[in-house]
């Protein structure tokens, strides 16, 4: 247990729908940062945040944003999904901003139908 | 263009050989270079670091080797064991300012047969 937490563990819906994922990061973390997993790009790196502030964008749609709240958890949002959304998005925490490893979720499974 | 390449072919391997994993890139200048092991439908754990001026770095049956002129970095598991089997990703720590990002490669699937 990386004692990153993530959820919904699961979730199913339709194309044009707006989905939030939280995030919960390892006690003392202060890094969170945003990946998603499909079978044909791999592991893609989205967005970090650093105490509340973003501080590296990645591939990261339009239609795609996240924050980070005081508490430090992390929420990424979709809209206008597609059915390409559909993947495996993973959250990460570290204690630094950079130069360091990564704890990772569990992730949540998004399928767009 | 940037790169990173693993072999994409799943290495097969006997219980109790030393199972070699590759990592390659081009057009990058990593500060780090990591690996994380992945086993299906869960997240990376991670494993090793290594910086760019240490050339080799080991954890227990792990080894890790990093030579930035090739660009290339190699990944040893001696003895290894039915549960070493799971996918290896190698991972470059991109740092720019006070910005950094980890660019995973595709990840080498590793099977290791009793």
């Known amino acids: 247990d990386s004692g990153v937490t993530q959820t919904p563990k699961h979730l199913i819906t339709a194309t044009g729908q707006r989905v939030t994922l939280r995030c919960s990061p390892r006690?003392?973390?202060?890094?969170v940062y945003w990946y998603q997993q499909s079978l044909d790009q791999g592991l893609q790196f989205l967005i970090q945040?650093?105490?509340?502030?973003?501080?590296a964008k990645g591939n990261i749609l339009e239609r795609f944003s996240a924050q980070q709240f005081p508490d430090l958890h992390s929420e990424l949002n979709l809209s206008s999904l597609e059915l390409g959304d559909s993947a495996l998005y993973f959250c990460?925490?570290?204690?630094?901003?950079?130069?360091?490893?990564?704890?990772f979720g569990p992730g949540t499974r998004l399928t767009v139908l | 263009s940037q790169k990173i390449e693993q072999n994409s072919e799943a290495l097969n391997i006997q219980e109790g050989k030393t199972a070699t994993l590759t990592c390659n890139y081009t057009?990058?200048?990593?500060?780090?270079l990591q690996w994380y092991r992945q086993d299906p439908g869960r997240g990376p754990v991670f494993l090793l670091l290594?910086?760019?001026?240490?050339k080799e770095k080991r954890k227990e049956r792990l080894k890790v080797t990093f030579d930035t002129t090739l660009k290339q970095s190699l990944f040893h598991i001696t003895a290894s064991q039915p549960a070493d089997s799971a996918t290896y990703l190698c991972?470059?720590?991109?740092?720019?300012?006070?910005?950094?990002?980890?660019?995973f490669g595709q990840g080498t699937t590793l099977q290791v047969k009793p």
């Open positions: 945040y650093y105490n509340g502030e973003e501080r």
């Open positions: 290594i910086r760019e001026n240490e």
């Open positions: 990460a925490s570290s204690d630094r901003d950079i130069y360091n490893e990564q704890f």
């Open positions: 006690s003392g973390d202060l890094s």
């Open positions: 057009n990058y200048s990593p500060a780090y």
């Open positions: 991972a470059l720590d991109i740092v720019a300012g006070n910005t950094g990002k980890l660019i």
